[in-house]
């Protein structure tokens, strides 16, 4: 057996680095496409759909 090298924990913090910055990056046009485009569900009696309860809870 070969003794663990530094390396393969750099290459593990890299990849888990890369992977939060595409889910940041896919949260952010989410909650971008929710406040510009998106229109709240039509018996909810709200003008946005960010004011709904359901999205703000999956977005804060």
Request: no cysteine.
């Amino acid at each position: 057996m070969f003794p663990p090298l530094v390396l393969g924990a750099y290459d593990q913090a890299l990849h888990a680095a890369i992977d939060i910055g595409i889910a940041r990056a896919a949260l952010e046009d989410g909650a971008a496409f929710v406040r510009q485009r998106s229109r709240p569900w039509f018996e909810s009696g709200l003008d946005a759909a960010a004011d709904e309860p359901h999205v703000q809870r999956r977005f804060g």
